[in-house]
């Protein structure tokens, strides 16, 4: 089974900094997705950067950029410039990747999450 | 930009009746999901649907739940028997393919007194 953990249940960040959460994930597959997704205090689930496992490159988007070290198992979210909005938990999440068409391997395994502050 | 919507925001209910949560995915999306996040703890999948039956269910979704896409629209979760533990946060996910991102709605809070 795939679990993910999030080490890091709160931090902080001054505004305009930068700040990477980490997420380490235990998987036996070789094909799968990751997610980071964003929880404002709204609680709406906000996706915030993708990546496929068989991509070597790191997705950035924006002001968002991540660290997969798929070796590791480490997937690690670096905020840049941080800006008061980005205040909420940050969800990890993993996804194998599906074999079957209309199979189910769909479903969205999460980390626990990590409350991030961004302070003026 | 398309969004998937969920009715009600909010929902309080008494113990041992039934509620319907009811959700819009995405227009051209294929794949849709259910998933739970009881107050300060992770999201967790409850079943995931395509083809107009049920992929994949976890533990979590027992005999008390049961989805359904009654039309080509809506995307509903029943729950027959509410428990004071079915308290939670039930977001409804919707994509295009396996493997595609899963897009959320904005969430029903269910209250169960």
């Known amino acids: 089974a795939q679990t993910v953990t999030q080490s890091q249940p709160e931090m902080s960040v001054q505004e305009a900094e930068t700040v990477t959460l980490s997420c380490t994930y235990d998987?036996?597959?070789?094909?799968?997705?990751l997610f980071w997704y964003k929880q404002p205090p709204s609680r709406q689930m906000i996706l915030v950067i993708r990546?496929?496992?068989?991509?070597?490159q790191n997705a950035t988007e924006n002001r968002f950029s991540v660290n997969f070290q798929k070796a590791a198992k480490s997937f690690s979210l670096k905020i840049s410039d941080s800006q008061l909005g980005d205040t909420a938990m940050y969800f990890c999440?993993?996804?194998?990747?599906?074999?079957?068409?209309?199979?189910?391997?769909?479903?969205?395994?999460f980390g626990k999450g990590t409350k991030l502050s961004v302070k003026p | 930009e398309p969004e998937v919507t969920q009715t009600p925001s909010h929902q309080v209910t008494q113990m041992g009746q039934e509620v319907i949560l009811r959700c819009v995915p995405i227009?051209?999306?294929?794949?849709f999901y259910w998933y739970r996040q009881i107050l300060g703890q992770k999201v967790e999948f409850l079943v995931s649907?395509?083809?107009?039956?049920?992929?994949?269910k976890s533990e979590i979704f027992d005999d008390q739940f049961s989805v359904e896409r009654p039309d080509g629209s809506n995307f509903t979760l029943k729950i027959r028997s509410t428990k004071l533990e079915d308290s939670a946060m039930y977001f409804c996910?919707?994509?295009?393919?396996?493997?595609?991102?899963?897009?959320f709605g904005p969430g029903t809070r269910l209250l169960v007194l």
């Open positions: 996910a919707s994509s295009y393919g396996q493997g595609r991102t899963q897009y």
């Open positions: 998987t036996s597959e070789s094909n799968y997705y």
């Open positions: 990546q496929e496992a068989y991509k070597q």
């Open positions: 999440a993993f996804m194998k990747h599906g074999v079957n068409y209309g199979g189910s391997q769909g479903n969205l395994i």
């Open positions: 227009s051209n999306h294929l794949y």
């Open positions: 649907f395509y083809n107009n039956e049920i992929s994949e």
